[in-house]
């Protein structure tokens, strides 16, 4: 893994809830860290589930070794001020066990 190819500035957030005052909990996420990352796209699907196209991408997001990264964590990648894209972190892998990079799969633009 050559550090140049981690050139995405990626957002770790982390959710939180509130009491909306009617009983319920208000879901939030709020940043908690930055690094770089790169992001390698793997597989994607669609299906039609209730008359709507549903779509599924899955991603490898590889950063340097971190011991506050977990599948409770989302990232948010902003290439520009009109853009977000979204991953939900299904599994975060340490490579080798060597505590030098992480790989996290994650799954684009479905919500948690």
Avoid: W
Avoid at 5 to 29: C, E, I, P, W, Y
Avoid at 50 to 55: C, T
Avoid at 81 to 87: E, L, Q
Avoid at 94 to 105: H, W
């Amino acid at each position: 893994m050559t550090i140049g190819k981690m050139n995405r500035k990626l957002h770790f957030q982390t959710q939180g809830r509130t009491s909306d005052g009617g009983g319920s909990q208000a879901v939030s996420f709020s940043d908690s860290f930055q690094t770089f990352g790169q992001i390698i796209p793997k597989t994607g699907t669609e299906k039609l589930f209730g008359d709507q196209l549903e779509e599924n991408i899955t991603h490898i997001i590889k950063i340097r070794y971190r011991t506050d990264v977990s599948h409770k964590n989302r990232i948010q990648f902003r290439p520009d001020s009109n853009t977000t894209r979204t991953f939900n972190i299904k599994r975060v892998l340490n490579v080798n066990d060597r505590n030098k990079y992480l790989n996290i799969q994650c799954v684009e633009g479905v919500a948690t």
